[in-house]
């Protein structure tokens, strides 16, 4: 058993100095910076700035090209064409899961994400094989990382034959939440789709997560809709919205009584902070009491080239997006890329108070803001009291392991 121990000369959110007790995996006391020579065990925080880890709300690492020789984008323009085309490249994609995500996760990781929330496809076109990896990966990096698993329709759950039976077997496995996707826009009959996903969320006790594309006052009824259901079926506080632009497209006024709804019941937004459509308005939604989270969706995919899956670069495009720049704000940015994505996954185990895991992220920066504004590269990650990334380099890569 590892002996109590402690990181030194730390400034958590970049405030005075202190020392940091690690005990059995978990912080212990805190207390001023003591100018005294390191003890046996102790971890030289070198005066850098700490924070939680980063936390990845929305990534779909069983889709990803990563580590592939570079593919020209080759989808249309519109969802169905998207899914579609995405569909023909797994279809024909011969690099398992474990390579192409493994080597994605490894990245993530060495950037200082920690926590992910991960949506894999229930297509019986791809039948559970797909599913299977992704579980058996979450397995092999359980020491590295937390990963929590969406059972996610991309193809349709309604219109879609077999689709629902592959669901239920992916939340018999341990899949932890529910997934849905535009209800209106994809199947076409918005009740017959909440009512099959909510009356799984209910069954299996599980949290729901609904990508909503659909736009303007179509994508605001189904706003509405789904906090019926979450009324309904008791779902308060394990309810996630993914993308919902329908939120930034018309104006607040419209929007705050749809807001107010979603605070009350514990409805929280994810969104990637996208340059070309209305995005969930981050300050508003915030002082209507609703958490807004980040993700990065798709990385180097089908749907998209872009994305590096560096969570603190995520922050840095939602403090550009809505032209943050003073120290509140970018602080606000970065709580959405780290306390807000646990709390919407329903984590209460992660921070940096008493008795949380000692899980940390160091930075050679002063500031919040700073870090934002620079993304060093030259990040350390602590978990559970154990450095696990030096400089951005993971230590002790899974993907040559058999």
Not at 158 to 164: K, Q, S
Not at 190 to 203: D, G, K, N, S
Not at 291 to 317: F, K
Not at 347 to 372: M, R, S
Request: aromatic share 6%; glycine share 10%.
């Amino acid at each position: 058993m590892q002996h109590p121990f402690w990181l030194r000369n730390v400034r958590p959110y970049g405030g005075a100095a202190e020392d940091i007790e690690i005990v059995a995996g978990r912080i212990g006391a805190r207390r001023p910076a003591a100018n005294l020579p390191l003890a046996a065990g102790d971890l030289d925080g070198g005066g850098r700035l700490l924070t939680p880890p980063l936390v990845e709300a929305h990534t779909h690492l069983d889709k990803t090209l990563w580590s592939l020789p570079w593919q020209p984008h080759s989808a249309a323009d519109n969802l169905r064409a998207r899914i579609d085309n995405e569909r023909r490249i797994l279809r024909e994609q011969t690099v398992p899961i474990a390579a192409r995500a493994g080597a994605l996760l490894e990245h993530c990781i060495a950037q200082g994400t920690q926590l992910l929330r991960c949506h894999v496809d229930a297509d019986p076109e791809l039948g559970w094989s797909h599913i299977d990896a992704m579980l058996a990966l979450r397995e092999r990096y359980a020491g590295l990382v937390d990963i929590e698993l969406v059972t996610f329709p991309q193809a349709g759950l309604v219109t879609r034959p077999g689709a629902a039976a592959l669901m239920r077997q992916a939340l018999e496995a341990g899949v932890e939440v529910v997934g849905g996707l535009d209800p209106c826009g994809i199947d076409g009959d918005p009740i017959a789709q909440l009512t099959q996903v909510f009356e799984l969320a209910a069954e299996f006790d599980r949290g729901v997560d609904i990508h909503l594309h659909d736009g303007g006052e179509l994508g605001l009824w189904q706003i509405a809709r789904i906090c019926d259901f979450t009324e309904q079926y008791r779902r308060q506080g394990r309810v996630m919205l993914s993308h919902a632009f329908c939120l930034g497209m018309l104006p607040w006024a419209k929007v705050a009584p749809l807001a107010a709804r979603l605070a009350a019941n514990g409805i929280s937004t994810v969104t990637t902070a996208p340059a070309d459509i209305g995005v969930p308005p981050f300050a508003e939604l915030t002082a209507a009491g609703v958490t807004v989270c980040l993700g990065s969706d798709g990385i180097r995919d089908a749907w998209s080239p872009m994305g590096n899956g560096d969570m603190l670069e995520r922050v840095m495009l939602q403090a550009y997006r809505f032209y943050e720049r003073t120290d509140e704000g970018l602080r606000a940015a970065f709580d959405a890329g780290t306390v807000n994505g646990a709390r919407a996954m329903g984590h209460a185990d992660y921070g940096l108070a008493e008795g949380k895991p000692a899980n940390f992220l160091l930075l050679p920066v002063q500031t919040v803001g700073e870090a934002i504004a620079l993304r060093p590269p030259q990040r350390t990650l602590i978990r559970h009291g154990r450095v696990i990334v030096r400089d951005g380099v993971l230590l002790g890569s899974l993907l040559a392991l058999p």
